[in-house]
């Protein structure tokens, strides 16, 4: 057999593949040059996973690479309708941005509890305003998105001694279906959202559901932008329906110095990096490389996602210890 | 018996002693009478208790109170050679700031490992810049101080997976001894202070140890201010000897709007919230009642001070279900 031919669809600082080296013969390819490179490839890995070129480029003419990995844990960006009905395999980045995307969580509940940003904001004021916090310890969360994701953070919450429902798209088990998520909002100091973008959740976040929410609630996205209807939440803020926000991932990205987003009161604006932590992109490599290693041994691979629903499916989640709120497993 | 006459050193707003109608003799007093107030006082509660009233007053003539209870952790507002020799028996609040105090550090240490203050400040600026955040998970902390504040840190950023190393005057069991605490802060992420005020500790961060520290790590101190020098911790920070620092207690408080330390880069400014959540006061309220149905029915009091010491000696402390990193129980 051949060295198979590994596509890179490249971005600054390039992923490190050299131990890979003799193994597979890696062309790296911006987006303009996608389209014409598809053909030769026997593997495409989506390192810049912030752009839109596969889906653009995939319908065109040509032989199609049999595994596309992205680094990421989204797909959104990739699925087109053709990539959807292939018989390529997609793969996505699931373990690496659990962990750090939960902290991410955990440290802004604890910030809003204790309302850090007064704190700073009355610093640069030079002004000592003693303030009262909230306890988190028996606070409400619901944490919307049952993937790996959403259970992460249900189980870091729930060690702070939150009170955390999980909503997934149906009920099993521990977790709670879509319809359970009213109600459960309704009496929620915190709702956060970890939900892939899909026709289901495209636009979910919208004034129907903030007029749900405790005006003492905040809401927390780290899923993906466009399940939030951005003007409703601005609109929500500004009625105080709700005491404040966070959002880490927007309609459109980078969001540009012209948004009025930034200065709207309550919100917190943070540039999609909730998961990314000192060395993530060597995990991404590394991640990616090992997958490499089964591939060519013919091995199934971990990590498929189901390109009708457009995420990994928990049920096919290999190995998981999460625990629910009531300390026993999720499925 | 004649009802007992309750002196309260006043701040407002006052505590709620309706509990005690019929049963005791409420005497309100501000500083200025307090002298004059107190051989007429069975009991004396320090509801103003950044007040120094009684260490001023107390040495004075008449008769004393045979129980002062501060409705704070620390004591050393309080303690004058005087009322250390006296009879009078002298407890403090524990119990109620532990928890508040262990989730504001847990919010501190995400915050910075998220580098939060960037975000926020990059915000203003309607700049959209990427950062990568640092793992909690993993790292590593040193608590200072092991009362039942230093533990519920201890407990709670274990829960986190943070390796943490507890630090007392002495070592026993779990706890490291203070002989331990330079080789540990060399190694830390996270130095935390959770010390009472005492001659050992006064000025115990200075720098000699702030020169022991990692350029990554981080300072914060929920304890008492003049354990830090902060002329040393600001040459430290200005320096780069340490990545940043937040003080929720400084020596002289309030801090005025003069003061130096508001404008330090990479230092956090609180104005000593960090265990006052939400119904705090309420709280302090009720444990006082509490405590004067034990002292009218002649029962021993929790929480009763070393005065010599300045703190509840934890061999004392009844309940304590802390564990520490490796699970056993701390004495």
Redesign the interface.
Known sequence: MPVPVVLVLDADPPPRLGRLTGRARIVRTGPADLAARLPEADVLLVWDFASDAVREAWPGPGARPGWVHTASAGVDRLLCPELVASGTVLTNARGVFE??IA??V??LV??F??D??T??A??RE????????????GSRAVVVGAGPIGREITR?LH??GVQVALVGRSARRTIHGIGDLGPLAARADWVISAVPLTPATYGMFDTRFFGLLQPSAHFINVGRGASVVEADLVAALNRRWLAGAALDVFAD???????PL?EVPGL???????G???G?RDRLGEQFVDMYELWVDGEPLPNVVDKERGYVPSEDLATDNTVSTDGTSLD
């Not at 030079?126 to 310890?137: A, F, I, S």
């Not at 990205?253 to 948004?259: D, F, I, Q, V």
């Not at 917190?268 to 909730?274: D, T």
């Open positions: 962990r750090p902290e991410y955990a440290g604890l910030a509890a204790k850090l940003p704190t700073l009355l610093q030079h002004r000592w305003h003693h303030r009262e916090g909230r306890q988190v310890v870091l060690g702070l990205e980078p969001l540009g110095a012209e948004s930034w917190l604006i943070s540039p999609h990096l909730s990314d932590t000192v993530w």
